[in-house]
């Protein structure tokens, strides 16, 4: 499976956009960009994923770029209870949907 | 969204006990469902994929026979940490695979915490 790259941490204000990038240069034609975010002490939630389009749901928007090889999770009005490690995981979807967790991103989201 | 149950979410046995640990889909069938272990600061690991009345498929470096994985039915996977020692404490996560949505993504439960003394 391809790798990402995310950053550490990032700091959020309140209300505001958060926008969070993933690296995974080298992703191949059949896998998935997914990202989940765990909230301390709990099991990861399912935030959204994609294939090569654009795709919003009510949690986030997922925007890849046209090579694929990037993409950008942005939570349009963050909440204190967006405070979370956000994964970012590329996967192949007949694969049985084997996710591979790396080190995510901590985003802190300040009042 | 998808319902995915653990229990318990969490307990303390003493070492060489074997501890059973639950994990049910809620609102769907789950013919595929994976254990996860994750350790204080760390990402999550994935110990085993479990397949609905076939034998769990182990990753590279989880003993088999120490963590018994079954999964009897579709909506339920059990994992069984066998004489547990002080380090099989950890964070145990399992997820199930719901094929049957338009998704076809994986849900997680809210995970169980060992403590072996």
């Known amino acids: 499976d391809a790798k990402t790259t995310q950053p550490t941490s990032m700091d959020c204000a309140e209300g505001r956009a958060a926008n969070l990038p993933c690296n995974h240069s080298?992703?191949?034609?059949?896998?998935?960009v997914y990202w989940y975010r765990q909230i301390h002490s709990q099991g990861p939630q399912y935030i959204i994923h994609?294939?090569?389009n654009n795709e919003t749901n009510e949690m986030a928007s997922l925007i890849i770029t046209e090579d694929r090889k990037s993409s950008t999770l942005i939570l349009p009005h963050a909440t204190l209870r967006d405070t979370a490690v956000y994964y970012c995981?590329?996967?192949?979807?007949?694969?049985?949907?084997?996710?591979?967790f790396g080190g995510g991103t901590r985003v802190l989201v300040k009042p | 969204g998808a319902v995915v149950s653990q229990h318990p979410s969490w307990v303390i046995c003493k070492s060489g006990t074997s501890v059973k640990i639950e994990c049910r889909s809620l609102?769907?069938?789950?013919?595929?469902m994976f254990w996860y272990r994750q350790f204080p600061k760390q990402s999550l690991m994935l110990m085993a994929t479990s397949n609905e009345g076939s034998k769990a498929t182990y990753e590279q470096g989880v003993e088999k026979d120490k963590f018994l994985i079954n999964h009897a039915s579709l909506t339920l996977s059990t994992l069984t940490v066998t004489s547990a020692h002080p380090e099989d404490s950890s964070f145990y996560i399992c997820?199930?695979?719901?094929?049957?949505?338009?998704?076809?993504?994986?849900?997680f439960g809210p995970g169980t915490r060992l403590t072996v003394l």
């Open positions: 995981i590329v996967s192949p979807k007949a694969a049985g949907n084997k996710l591979t």
């Open positions: 994609g294939l090569k």
């Open positions: 997820s199930a695979r719901d094929s049957g949505a338009p998704q076809d993504t994986q849900y």
């Open positions: 609102d769907f069938q789950a013919t595929t």
């Open positions: 080298t992703i191949s034609g059949n896998e998935y």
